[in-house]
């Protein structure tokens, strides 16, 4: 019977790393399987030892049962809790090792089943440890949708929005240093301002004030009314005394319990933050709705170029454009009266009439021309005729 040839260098190294993942580094399955391979001529001495030696393989024989005693004694010496894991995860090894030894287009077959991305790209060994974890649940759970993202994050906002009842915003209106009136709870700043707008004019009349948003920037960051400034308008003077009023859309914790100021802010402002309530103004015939619309655009037209003609009659007399004052026409003022009553006929005698305004015009100088062609012949007569149109 011919002698067994001992492997190359590079086929040795192959085989240890291969035993060591399957029994682990340093363990006494991995230096056993290392012996049986060394007896077996599956790894060559001179890969475990080095060359130079005149007897080789008693040399590596020896140094492997070195080993393998050193290994024992460690395992022996550590404790209970890491000689578990350590055979926990001799047990995965040997799963996956048994898992690799499956054709591919198997393993892949597997992993379609258990719902594991990215398997096309993966080889025998990925596979393998791929499944393992997987079916142990152990593996990295996939990466939520945009959909489950959304969800989440909705979730997330209802949860906040019921625990600061609508939403952790506030709108504090001071007056004369002192707390006016306390709104809300509002979902966001924007919507509390909206509000303060309304009750600011209530408080100041039109002329002589201003609300001012700039001058309300110095006070975000402040601690008011049990919570932080975010936003807000201070009422300016303008010619009258002064005020002193502000609005300040203040962001509050879970824990504040602000109240209204009751027997000051009007009622019909304490509406939790759902904005002041639109009615529907419009008359109850049909096409109203359409009909108005047509008609504002109209309206809207009618008075630009009423202004515009009368400003260009006001500047050639010599006077001012400063001085120039709008006034409405008749026929303008008969329209705006037939809107405010819900007059159907005239309503739709006015669209009919003046319905032409709303058509855009087309500019025949933007039309497309024939381009024309012109050339001088040998001879020295000028030829010029139209081209054809390009399709």
Known sequence: MARRRSPGKLDSLARQRALEKEHGKNTPAYWRAIRRALDNREVSPASLVGGGYKNGRKVAEKWVDGMLADAIAQEASMPKSKSKAASKAAATRKRRAKLAEKPLADLRAQASTLGIQGRSGMNKAALAKAIDEAKTGKGRKPKPTQKARKAAASAKKRESQARHGRGPYRLVIAKNNAIY?????YASARAALSDAKTLLRRIAPVKGYALSNVEA?????????GGKVVDGYVVTSRGGPDLNAAAFAVKVGKDSKAAYAADKVPAALRNNGRGRKRRNTLPSWRGASAAYSKA????????QKEAAAQKRAHTKRGRAASTFRYRPTAEIKAFTAALNKGDEEKIKAFNLVYGH??????????RRKNPRVSFKTKSGKR???MAKKKR
């Open 357 to 366: 305004m709303l058509t855009k015009k087309r500019n025949p100088s933007k």
């Open 383 to 385: 030829v010029s005729f």
């Open 296 to 303: 504002y655009k109209i309206l809207e037209i009618l008075n």
């Open 217 to 225: 920037q110095s006070f975000v960051g402040q601690t008011f009314a």
């Open 181 to 185: 009136g306390n709104l809300g709870p």
